[in-house]
C-alpha cells in the first residue's frame, strides 16, 4: 500500500534534505489523493497519543506505530514546513527514512 512513498527511500537517502523534501512533498499529494485519510492527521496523531509539538512530531519513533499514524507524522511535518522547514531537517536528520522504512516493513507484513 505504502509503496509510492516508500519508493523515495534510495533516492532521498542521497541528496540534501530541501531536495528530498521537495521529492517526498510531491509523493505525499499523490499518495494521499490516491489514498485519502479516514480521519485528520491531527486526530490520528491525538488518538496515538502524539503531542501536537513539532519538536514531539520530529523525535516521534515509529517502530510500533501503524501506517495511517505513520503517514500523518510525515504530513503533520509537511504541514509545518512553511514556517520552519521542518521536512528538510527531518530529511537531513533521518527521520524520514525511519518512517519511510516503517511504512516499508508494514507493507512486507501487509499491515494496512
Known amino acids: 500500500m505504502y509503496q509510492e512513498l516508500t519508493d523515495l527511500l534510495p533516492q532521498i537517502q542521497n541528496i540534501n534534505g530541501y531536495t528530498a523534501a521537495a521529492v517526498i512533498e510531491r509523493a505525499l499529494v499523490s499518495f494521499t489523493g490516491r489514498h485519502p485519510p479516514k480521519e485528520l492527521y491531527f486526530t490520528v496523531l491525538e488518538k496515538a497519543g502524539i503531542k501536537l509539538d513539532c519538536k514531539v512530531i520530529c523525535n516521534a519513533d515509529?517502530?510500533?506505530?501503524?501506517?495511517?499514524?505513520?503517514?500523518?507524522l510525515i504530513t503533520a511535518v509537511w504541514r509545518a514546513d512553511d514556517r520552519e522547514e521542518l521536512l528538510a531537517k527531518c530529511c537531513d536528520n533521518g527521520r524520514v527514512t525511519g518512517w519511510l522504512t516503517r511504512l516499508k516493513e508494514l507493507d512486507q507484513k501487509r499491515i494496512p
Request: proline share 0%.
Open 62 to 72: 515509529a517502530s510500533a506505530l501503524d501506517g495511517a499514524t505513520v503517514v500523518a
